[in-house]
């Protein structure tokens, strides 16, 4: 197939479109390096030394003999030009994950909430439109988030997008509906994501695109098969407080002898992904589109659930790093239960990654092998949900107040 990624160049998005070419497909990449630019205002960089994406390119030909494109464009910006390269490359699929990814980078400042806003709904609605105009028939798998889905326990399995739910008639019978699962976004980022799902309902329904929305958990690892294959395939890894993911965060903080900082209780309780099962998950979605018409298929693209604490501790029992609560900058409840249904992926043949495989030492490795690339300053998480809560202050490990944090 002839597979347009669109956040290529991304912490997903690079393993996939090498796992997706060592395949056969040819892989076109579109992206404009936000997530780049953003290292430079904030000042920090992934731990893992990365080459601009047209040498990790060559090195990749050189490698497997197989070619990727890099195109440089805004999904959000620049309709024109990419209704222009879809109608030029007719892609047969597009996977979908250029949108501004943290939470708590979304959070930062009323800016930040804008752009993540204009950003990742602009990218999404233009690429729609774009593949109509464009007559572009192809398969959009796009990387949701588990988040939508809110945090609260209710008591029951969240299911894979879609809710029987039964209303009550004018003549008093029951009339049966199936709804999208009523989302509960726990940031701006979030809310991008719940927004994404009403746009691809909109379009499948009135243009009959063929649309896949997996809803992922966070992804932890690092190296997939393909980005072993030669250092400078290396995928990139975020530490800091903004961009860094729990599990990714307690390895590296493991690894440089600095305490894994639990954020309230640590009772939240959240779905987790190893990056090579993300990359094979994207294959399987590929392989099984819907139909014209079909409504959007979704999938829950998790495999297990943990604790935070119980992760920090699995860490801890790990390495011998030391554990420190901290006050949580978040909003949401400070302890929560989760039982997701996963049927759909594992019928497709996935075989999950958990994390009793080694493959948390094999993180914290990484991490030791590049700690030297590690601004200890950068480790903390300052990013708060709201004005109240008295924490937009930035802490050390030990939860003392640095300073403020406007
Ligand atoms: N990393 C996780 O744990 C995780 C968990 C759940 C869902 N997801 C979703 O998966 C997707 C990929 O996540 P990631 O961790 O690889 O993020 P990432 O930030 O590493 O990659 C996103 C890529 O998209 C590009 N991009 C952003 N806006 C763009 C635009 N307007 N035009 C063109 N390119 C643009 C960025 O430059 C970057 O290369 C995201 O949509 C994210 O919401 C990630």
Known sequence: MRIAILGGDGFVGWPTCLHLSAQGHEIHILDNLSRRWIDTELGVQSLTPMDSIQERCRIWKEVSGETIRFHLLDLSGEYERLKGWLTEHKPDAIVHFAEQRAAPYSMKTDRHKVYTVNNNVNATHNLLAAMVEAECD?????????????????????????????????????????????????????????????????????????????????VWGTHTDQTRRHEQLINRFDYDGDYGTVLNRFLIQAAIDYPLTVHGTGGQTRAFIHIQDSVRCIELALGDAPEHGERVRIFNQMTETHRVRDLAELVSKLTGASIKYLPNPRKEAPENDLVVKNDQFLTLGLNPTTLAEGLLSEVVDVAKKYAHRIDRSRVPAVSAWTRDLGSRVERDPEGKALKSVS
């Open 138 to 218: 192809a398969h959009l798998v796009h990387l949701g988030t588990m988040g939508v889905y809110g945090y609260s326990s209710v008591g029951a399995a969240i299911p894979e997008g879609y809710l029987d739910v039964d209303i009550e008639t004018l003549e008093g019978t029951k009339a049966r509906q199936e709804i999208l699962y009523p989302t509960k976004p726990g940031s701006v980022y979030h809310m991008t994501k719940s927004l994404d799902q009403i746009l691809f309902q909109f379009y499948a329904q009135n243009d009959g695109l063929r649309i896949t929305d997996l809803h992922q958990g966070i």
